[in-house]
């Protein structure tokens, strides 16, 4: 959750590389599709690492080639609504590793009304996952709660838990914080 230009998309390069270099090669990036060939770009010039933009056109190739789309040699890189239309597939796929960026988009996973957040919760839901945001939180806590339930749906239990320990005047929040610290970063430039 470090602020905007401080290298969340270098820091999980570093990580993506590493799982790389131990052969741990099923790995997936999920970000909006604006961002796609920039995570491509990022990981080919600074990391020296293979890419592929899974996209519809993509997919179809790939299928007509008698090629597994995701089984591409290379760090496969999806928008977040191409995700949600392969969720199925994604969800029954063995990924070593899973990047969300802008997972603050992802916010409100927990609720069903929520198509997009809640297929991407069950398609990632067993591989270990990165999640990147410069803005963690906007409105509610409810926010983190719902982006720690994409890491772990039963960290913080039911919604109605969760609300009840941190949603009042008099809540803990040196709790949450100590909850969260095991899997939660966060810089800012000062």
């Known amino acids: 959750a470090d602020e905007v230009g401080l290298g969340k998309t270098i820091e999980a390069g570093i990580v993506i590389c590493q799982f790389w270099a131990e052969r741990k090669r099923q790995l997936l990036v999920i970000c909006p599709a604006s961002l796609r060939k920039q995570w491509a770009q990022e ?3 600074k990391f020296n690492l293979p890419t592929h933009v899974l996209d519809a056109k993509a997919y179809r190739e790939a299928r007509r080639s008698g090629r597994s789309p995701l089984n591409e040699k290379a760090v496969l890189i999806l928008s977040m609504n191409y995700a949600n239309v392969l ?5 029954s796929f063995t990924w070593d590793l899973v990047v969300i960026d802008e997972a603050h988009k992802l916010r409100n996973a927990h609720q069903s009304s929520n198509k997009i957040g809640q297929a991407i919760r069950f398609a990632v839901e067993d591989p ?11 409105n509610s806590l409810m926010e ?12 913080f239990g039911e919604p109605a838990v969760f609300r009840s320990l941190y949603g009042g005047s008099d809540a803990d929040l040196n709790d949450l914080k100590i909850r969260l610290k095991g899997f939660c970063k966060r810089t800012l430039r000062k």
Do not use: C
């Open 43 to 45: 990981l080919e010039d």
């Open 128 to 138: 270990r996952k990165i999640l990147l945001t410069a803005t963690p939180l906007q």
């Open 144 to 155: 983190l709660y719902g982006m720690s339930s994409i890491i772990d749906e039963y960290m």
């Open 87 to 91: 969720r199925e597939e994604l969800k």
